[in-house]
């Protein structure tokens, strides 16, 4: 069975900056695009970044050049570098990969929460 774990989520200041990780764990053969979402109170998830097996990255307009998505794929993890914390950044942040298993499915994490706030 295939898991993803977050974690680094906090509370931080405004201006800060937070690291978080996902841990994909399990019967894994390959795993494809990963990425970070986000949700806010009484709002929709929306998508912050994503990046594919080759490394190409793509951002939400509202996170460009303040976050840095990347990865490990010989620890099977992916990082989000958050930088330049603003309170409308506070949600709940979920990891999101594409994992070929023993079929090709998209898992989620169950979320780690980011405060910003003073």
């Known amino acids: 069975q295939v898991r993803l774990v977050e974690s680094g989520g906090g509370l931080v200041q405004p201006g800060g900056s937070l690291r978080l990780s996902c841990v994909a764990s399990g019967s894994i053969r390959s795993i494809y695009t990963m990425g970070w979402y986000r949700r806010a109170p009484g709002k929709q998830r929306e998508l912050v970044a994503t990046?594919?097996?080759?490394?190409?990255?793509t951002y939400a307009e509202s996170v460009k050049d303040r976050f840095t998505i990347s990865r490990d794929d010989a620890k099977n993890t992916v990082y989000l570098q958050m930088n330049s914390l603003k309170p409308e950044d506070t949600a709940v942040y979920y990891c999101?990969?594409?994992?070929?298993?023993?079929?090709?499915?998209?898992?989620w994490g169950q979320g780690t929460q980011v405060t910003v706030s003073s």
């Open positions: 990046i594919t097996s080759g490394g190409r990255t």
């Open positions: 999101n990969a594409a994992i070929l298993a023993t079929s090709r499915l998209v898992y």
